[in-house]
Every structure is written in structure tokens, then in C-alpha cells.
């Protein structure tokens, strides 16, 4: 009995997709829950998988663009299993004119050896076979097989300046569903948006010595590294309650305030960014949040991610810094109204109480759209971040 393989619902917002790429080979043998195939959608890709084991036949080709719910492959649950014929014992050769029978020896030998005695002139009596001729057959040298002809390679043709018709200068590659959704919505915040960016710097002094000191026990008791994520996601929380009107969004002519804390975090993968929500962040320790993090990283950069996943976040970081960055103007994560972006961490000089000292700084960005941020609340805002980062203790008693 043979299954169908449809493409499996993602949610309402998602009707088709593109079956990037088949896992297995059209017609062969796949176990229960084997990955078949990667889905790209406008919003995640993820993978199909076998419902059951057995032999699976194609029914479109990689590179095709599907909707939800098409037949996509059957699996035959009836081959669970290759069968091999049997191998036949090759006969034994039969008695030939030279004598019309063969010593027991001379067939055993004829049988080790694959040699037929009919091609070999026998010693024996009336020219029969004996068991030293087979040896003797056995032991003769091989003739050398004749050396394969020598080809000469005609002379390589000089290279040309222009662009030639298999691409040798270019590669076009179609744009993933992903990334041209990617562009798109990156476009559209542009356009749509009064965005602005502001500028501040943190001394990273303080955390940094925060994380050397309880880093070793932090990791014996749950099991992750503190990291810096950790700290500025609890810094972007502590700045929404002071100033709530980040935390909200413009839906049409209404003005919608937040009062939760899911922050978007920005993931690079090999497909595109991904934007993962880590929920209730207010309620979350700083084990959990990492935790939170490192678990969504995961699932987006293996393509586990799922809508749900994606949906709902009120402010988005996104850390250039691992790149090398020092300074950047992020773009808005749609529908929402501000973004973080963190930079490298580079030693500089600074003025601190009238001297001149060397201190860990990074650069902090806040992109916000001005049709529902005033400038104030943005730099009100970026400025509690940094007071947090900067004096740690402030996120325990909410100064």
C-alpha cells in the first residue's frame, strides 16, 4: 500500500512555497521520520518528513513551487526491504571429447578455479586431463592486457575578455521565497516608516567583570554561558517599562500599545535572517533567557523554525558586534517600532573624571519609526540601555 507525501500546513498566512531540495533519491528506501525534503516559504523553510518507512517515488522535481496541502511523493510501505536474488553455483564444467569423464581431483579444481579443462591439452592417457595439468593451467602466468590507447589533449584555447553564454564570468541564481520576502519587507519598512536612527555608547567595563567572575559558576549550575544577550535583553526590558511608547505600534490609524515583553532576536543562517521571539522575557531569569536564545538559534540555523516562532515580537536586537561591526543604522522589523543593534566591542580611549583611560565601548543604534516614537523617548530610551549595561545593579531594584 502506497502513502501520498503532501506539503504539510505552516499556518493561514502561508498558501505555497518552493520544494527547494529532495533529501533522498527518487525510488529509494526511507525510514519513519527521515527528512525528505526543504521547504522554502516567504517566511521559514522547513523540512517534510516520511510518515512511514518504504520505497519513495517522486512526483515533482526540486525547484518547483508548490502549495499547501499538493501531493508532492507516494512511499510504497510494501518495499521496506531490498531483496537479492540468489546466486546461482556456476555447473560444473561437463565431461569433454577428450575423455568422457574427469577425475574427482580435476572437477574440484575446475570449480576452485574457474578453468575448463576442455581448454587444456591433457598428459594424460588419450589425452585426458589430470590434476597436474589443471595446476599447472592454474599457475601459468596471466598475459598482460593491451595498454589502453594514449589520447593527446588538444591545446587549451586562449581566454576571451567577454562574458560567455555558460556563465563563466557570472552566476544567476533565482532569489530563495525567503529572501525575496527578506527584501521586500526591508524595502517596505524603508518606505513606509518615518525611521530614524540615534547613536550612544556603553562601557562594557562592568559587565564584562560581571561575567568573569560568576561565568564558572554560572555554567556548573545551569548548564550555559552568560553572555552578553542575556544582559542587554534584560537592559531593552527595563527601557520599555520606562518608556512604554516604544513598546507599541501603529496599525493603521490606531496606536497599539504593548504591554508584554516578547523581544525578537536577529539569527543570520545560511538561507537569510531570522528573527526568532523569545516570550515574556520580564518574567524570565538570566539562565532562561540564554537558554531561550541559544534553543531558537539552534532551530533556525538547522531550519526547524516555525511560524509561531516568528510571530508577535514588540522590540527586535540584532548584534552586528559578532561580525566585526562597529557601527551600523538597522532596519525596523515591521510592525514594530524600534530596533537595537550592537556592535564589536573595541578598546578606546575615553575622558572618565577628568583622565584619559582605555575601556571595553560599544556603539548602540536605536532605529525608530518618528510617526509614533518622538525623538526624546528614543534617546530617553537609549540612554536607560546604557545606564543599565553600565551599572548593572540597576536592573535588580529598577532604577
Request: aromatic fraction near 4%.
Amino acid at each position: 500500500m502506497a502513502i501520498d507525501v503532501k506539503i504539510p500546513s505552516m499556518g493561514e498566512s502561508i498558501t505555497s512555497g518552493v520544494l527547494a531540495k529532495w533529501h533522498v533519491k527518487d525510488g529509494e528506501l526511507v525510514k519513519k521520520d527521515q527528512a525528505l525534503f526543504e521547504l522554502e516559504t516567504d517566511k521559514i523553510t522547513s523540512e517534510g518528513t516520511a510518515e512511514i518507512a518504504g520505497k519513495i517515488s517522486f512526483k515533482v522535481a526540486a525547484g518547483t513551487e508548490v502549495k499547501i496541502g499538493q501531493i508532492v511523493a507516494s512511499i510504497d510501505e510494501s518495499a521496506t526491504a531490498v531483496t537479492t536474488p540468489p546466486v546461482a553455483a556456476a555447473p560444473l564444467p561437463t565431461a569433454t571429447s577428450k575423455s568422457d569423464t574427469q577425475s574427482p581431483a580435476v572437477r574440484r579444481l575446475a570449480a576452485d578455479t574457474g578453468i575448463n579443462p576442455a581448454s587444456i591439452d591433457g598428459s594424460g592417457k588419450a589425452g585426458r586431463v589430470t590434476k597436474g595439468d589443471m595446476l599447472a593451467a592454474a599457475e601459468a602466468p596471466v598475459a598482460p592486457a593491451a595498454p589502453a590507447p594514449v589520447v593527446t589533449a588538444p591545446p587549451p584555447a586562449k581566454p576571451v575578455s567577454i562574458p560567455t553564454a555558460t556563465g563563466e564570468r557570472q552566476t544567476r541564481t533565482k532569489m530563495t521565497k525567503l529572501r525575496q520576502t527578506i527584501a521586500t519587507r526591508l524595502v517596505s519598512a524603508q518606505h513606509e516608516a518615518a525611521m530614524l536612527t540615534t547613536f550612544n555608547e556603553v562601557d562594557m567595563s562592568a559587565v564584562m567583570a560581571l561575567r568573569a567572575k560568576y561565568q564558572d559558576d554560572f555554567v556548573k549550575k545551569h548548564g550555559v554561558k552568560l553572555g552578553f544577550m542575556s544582559f542587554f535583553t534584560k537592559a531593552v526590558v527595563h527601557a520599555l517599562k520606562e518608556v512604554p511608547a516604544v513598546n507599541a505600534r501603529i496599525d493603521g490609524d490606531t496606536a497599539v500599545q504593548n504591554h508584554y515583553y516578547d523581544i525578537s532576536m536577529a539569527v543570520s543562517t545560511d538561507k537569510g535572517l531570522m528573527v526568532p521571539v523569545i516570550r515574556d522575557c520580564d518574567q524570565l531569569g538570566m539562565a532562561e533567557v540564554e537558554k531561550a536564545i541559544g534553543e531558537a538559534a539552534k532551530k533556525a540555523r538547522e531550519g526547524k523554525i516555525t511560524l509561531t516562532d516568528l510571530e508577535g515580537g514588540v522590540f527586535t536586537i540584532t548584534n552586528g558586534g559578532i561580525f566585526g561591526s562597529m557601527l551600523s543604522t538597522p532596519i525596523l522589523n515591521a510592525p514594530q517600532s524600534a530596533i537595537l543593534g550592537l556592535h564589536a566591542i573595541n578598546d578606546r580611549p575615553i575622558a572618565l573624571n577628568g583622565q584619559v583611560v582605555i575601556r571595553p565601548m560599544m556603539y548602540l543604534a536605536l532605529s525608530y519609526d518618528h510617526r509614533i516614537v518622538d525623538g526624546k523617548q528614543a534617546v530617553t530610551f537609549l540612554v536607560k540601555v546604557k545606564q543599565a549595561i553600565e551599572d548593572p545593579a540597576r536592573l535588580l531594584i529598577g532604577a
